[in-house]
Structure formats: structure tokens, C-alpha cells
């Protein structure tokens, strides 16, 4: 049970986050930097969990 983020608040990180994922790949693609793809992608895999657990929270 959620006791920090009502739902209504919960929707709009879900929303923010989602968005974010989408647009990751692109900001993959384009950086030059192998360092920089590598924190990118791990960026991705943590907003995708977190993206997961506000989905089960709601």
C-alpha cells in the first residue's frame, strides 16, 4: 500500500516517467560517448522498474 504519493500523484509520475522512457532510445542513439550510452541505458533500466512499481502501487 502507497502512504507517500496519493493517486492522483502517482498518475503523473507515471505519466513523466513514461514519457522519459520513450524518449531514452533516441538519446541513446544520438550520444557518441560509450560511457555516457552505458549510464543512459541504466537510467532506462531503473526508470523502467520504477515505472513498474508505480504501476502496481496503482
Known amino acids: 500500500m502507497n502512504n507517500i504519493f496519493t493517486k492522483q ?3 503523473i509520475l507515471q ?6 522512457i520513450t524518449a531514452m532510445p533516441i538519446e ?5 560517448r ?4 552505458d549510464f543512459l541505458k ?3 533500466a531503473i526508470l523502467e522498474k520504477l ?3 508505480i504501476n502496481s502501487a496503482l
Not at 541513446?28 to 557518441?32: E, G, K, L, P, V
Open 51 to 53: 515505472l513498474e512499481k
Open 28 to 32: 541513446i542513439h544520438h550520444s557518441t
Open 34 to 37: 560509450g560511457e555516457f550510452k
Open 42 to 44: 541504466e537510467k532506462q
Open 15 to 20: 505519466e513523466i516517467i513514461q514519457k522519459e
Open 9 to 11: 500523484e502517482l498518475e
